[in-house]
């Protein structure tokens, strides 16, 4: 157990150490979020358990990224839930912006999302989530949960 809660502190430091590339535009970059993700719709479908769904978030493809996308130099853009995930770290794929659509910002008071609520399977990485002064825009790391 020790070993675990120490590479979860080593993960997250490194993750917080990340230099994000600069949001020129917020609210371009907001708008044609905004477009892209009703673009992409994502799917829930039903598992074998009982009241468990399980959500497709599915990835754009860099033709369909825009101009305000482009510009933080992605290594992935997703779909995810409340918003569109921009991973802007080519090696790790573990930090970057996520521009919320349907919310101002992450769900609850903990800046925390996955695993925690309930309605995730336990095993996926969650979120951890800093306000960039952007309105609906936050910095995000993704961190295991245990």
């Known amino acids: 157990m020790p070993i675990l809660v120490l590479f979860s502190c080593m993960l997250l430091a490194s993750c917080s ?8 535009d917020p609210e371009t970059l907001y708008k044609e979020c ?3 993700w009703s673009q992409f719709p994502d799917e829930v479908t039903q598992t074998n358990r009982v009241g468990q769904p399980i959500r497709t978030e599915p990835l754009i493809p860099p ?6 996308i482009a510009a933080l130099k992605p290594s ?9 995930c921009i991973f802007t770290d080519p090696e790790k794929e573990y930090a970057g912006y996520y521009v919320f659509i349907t919310a ?5 008071s903990s800046n925390q999302l996955g695993g925690y609520d309930g ?3 336990k095993a996926e990485a969650g979120m951890d989530f ?4 952007m309105k609906r825009i936050y910095k995000f790391a993704v961190f295991p949960v245990l």
């Open 17 to 24: 150490g990340h230099k994000l590339p600069k949001v020129r």
């Open 34 to 36: 905004a477009a892209l």
């Open 63 to 68: 033709e369909k990224w825009t101009t305000a």
């Open 76 to 84: 992935l853009v997703m779909r995810g839930e409340f918003g569109i």
């Open 104 to 108: 101002q910002g992450p769900p609850g």
């Open 119 to 121: 309605r995730r399977p």
């Open 130 to 133: 800093q306000e960039t002064g």
